[in-house]
């Protein structure tokens, strides 16, 4: 596609759901972000993948956050047990290679509502 | 820890009017970006500075990297409607990105 596409725009969760949040990036970029990003703040590092390889996943607030990549375009990004502090904007983006000053081209978003 | 702080955190001035905003921190950074984000959508990159002392501009936009890479600012000249947003630095650090929280920017027609 032309840019990076999130799926869904909107999510709408009870407390204790599991969600599973979609990412296709830019056809040929290696590298992919999920970023976090409160209503008023600045986007929060979740975790990186290079191709399929997971190489960062330090951001991530707890062991019911999960992403993958299974071969090396598509990613998702799954939250178990959902909590209200889970509520945000879900942010992701890819890049065409690996390393400093690298142009990085954002989705749309999902905003995650937990309930 | 690596922070970036932006100053103002809130903005809104008439259209015509110059602005200045900040984006400052105690660490070095080997690049630093400039976003504009808009309500609903992701942020979308403006510039990136690599030099100490870079001066870039984008039309009516001019943004400055510090001498000493720890600091940037962008000024907007006779702004207009269309350059409200939320104006978002991030710092390099490695393969990550240090974000500030932002400027909200409005401009006034």
């Known amino acids: 596609g032309a840019g990076v596409s999130q799926s869904p725009r909107y999510k709408v969760a009870k407390r204790g759901q599991d969600v599973a949040l979609r990412c296709d990036p830019i056809s040929g970029h290696v590298s992919l972000f999920w970023y976090q990003q409160a209503l008023g703040q600045g986007p929060e590092f979740l975790t990186y993948f290079q191709n399929e390889a997971q190489l960062d996943k330090s951001g991530l607030p707890s062991d019911r956050f999960f992403a993958e990549r299974p071969e090396g375009s598509v990613s998702t990004l799954k939250i178990q047990r959902t909590q209200q502090e889970d509520s945000a904007v879900y942010l992701c983006?890819?890049?065409?290679?690996?390393?400093?000053?690298?142009?990085?081209?954002f989705g749309s978003g999902t905003q995650l509502s937990v309930l | 820890t690596q922070l970036l702080e932006q100053s103002p955190q809130f903005l809104s001035i008439q259209e015509g009017e110059n602005l200045t905003v900040y984006c400052n921190s105690s660490?070095?950074?080997?690049?630093l970006q400039w976003y504009r984000q808009e309500p609903g959508e992701g942020p979308v990159l403006l510039v990136t500075v690599v030099t100490g002392g870079e001066v870039k501009k984008l039309k009516r936009l001019t943004f400055q990297f510090g001498d000493a890479r720890k600091d940037s600012s962008l000024h907007i000249t006779a702004a207009q409607p269309g350059d409200t947003g939320l104006y978002l630095c991030a710092g390099d650090s490695n393969y990550q990105l240090i974000w500030g929280a932002g400027t909200k920017l409005i401009i006034k027609p």
């Open positions: 660490s070095v950074f080997s690049s």
């Open positions: 983006a890819s890049s065409l290679a690996y390393g400093f000053g690298e142009k990085l081209f």
